[in-house]
Nanobody, 126 residues
Framework: VQLQASGGGAVQAGGSLRLSCAAS????????MGWFRQAPGKEREFVAA????????YYADSVKGRFTISRDNAKNTVFLQMNSLKPEDTAVYYC????????????????????WGQGTQVTVSS
């Protein structure tokens, strides 16, 4: 099983980026999927998650209203649309997948995810 993240880059504050996470090796349409990020010197933190079959989306307070997680099951791909980017959004972004559906609290914890992508750098300048 592989998760391949892409779409990162450098943008100015207020700009937008769309991250993609393409999965291979199995389908994830019934699995919970998430995005996390890690800034230099900081711990990895939860950004967004979506339940399997798109039954519910969840966001960190810091990105709520600016970021949107979605998926295309036909392409086995999860997206993170990031708008109104701020310098504090600068980090390496990771996609992650569960084997299936988990308890709600687990969506927010990186240690509960079974599969991880390699990360994609997002840099937002002021």
């Amino acid at each position: 099983v592989q998760l391949q993240a892409s779409g990162g880059g450098a943008v100015q504050a207020g700009g937008s980026l769309r991250l993609s996470c393409a999965a291979s090796g199995r389908t994830f349409d019934n699995s919970d999927m998430g995005w996390f990020r890690q800034a230099p010197g900081k711990e990895r933190e939860f950004v967004a998650a979506q339940r399997g079959h798109a039954r519910g989306t969840y966001y960190a307070d810091s990105v709520k209203g600016r970021f949107t997680i979605s998926r295309d099951n036909a392409k086995n791909t999860v997206f993170l649309q990031m708008n109104s980017l701020k310098p504090e959004d600068t980090a390496v972004y990771y996609c992650a997948a569960q084997r299936g559906r988990m308890a709600l609290s687990g969506l927010y914890q990186s240690g509960t995810y079974a599969y991880w992508g390699q990360g994609t750098q997002v840099t937002v300048s002021s």
